[in-house]
């Protein structure tokens, strides 16, 4: 794909949505820390249903840390991969209480040393909370970069590389969610809904249909 193409893509996709963000409901750079770390092989609605009472009661590294592993259980029993996630959490949590004076660090190597926090996730936290044009390559990225030829790469980390390569400045810190969103609701796994897709015209994916 040409740089052409690409810059009418993501001039398209602002177009469409000109200030996009996460899904994930949070009011802090620590509340979206811990509701991303509570979201690997989660649905965001399903985290914003057990985040929503547990903010609500302990919204702070010290006040999370304080419910215990146990604790925080309760709040986030629904949600898969509970039992890791909640020592993980505790764990990133007293980090934050003993090295931070509470605070995320606005810093990469900082945030991949916390427990349960992978490059993905610190990618995140670096461009939601703090305005950074990293680009966080999940499932949803990985295909739509493939499957339109934006970005083509065999793992993750190649997908990344290769965004952070060509997409233009201007749309860097947003790409991101576009991206995110347009495989979450248009270019979906089974049946991509291309039919209804706002650059179907400039993607490359051979197999095109209708819906």
Known sequence: MNAEK??????RLRDANPHPTTELNYSSPFELLIAVLLSAQATDVGVNKATGPLF????NAQAIYDLGVDGLKEYIKTIGLFNTKAEN?????KIL???YGGQVPEDREAL?????VGRKTANVVLNTAFGHPTIAVDTHIYRVSNRTK???GKNVRQVEDKLL??????FKVDVHHWLILHGRYVC???KPRCGSCTIEDLCEFKEKTED
């Open 6 to 11: 690409r810059h009418q893509i993501f001039a």
């Open 56 to 59: 609500a009661a302990a919204n």
């Open 89 to 93: 959490a505790i764990k990133t949590c």
């Open 97 to 99: 209480v003993d090295d």
């Open 112 to 116: 991949e040393a916390l427990p349960g």
């Open 150 to 152: 934006i970005a083509a």
């Open 165 to 170: 390569k060509v997409v233009p400045e201007e």
């Open 188 to 190: 979906i796994a089974r």
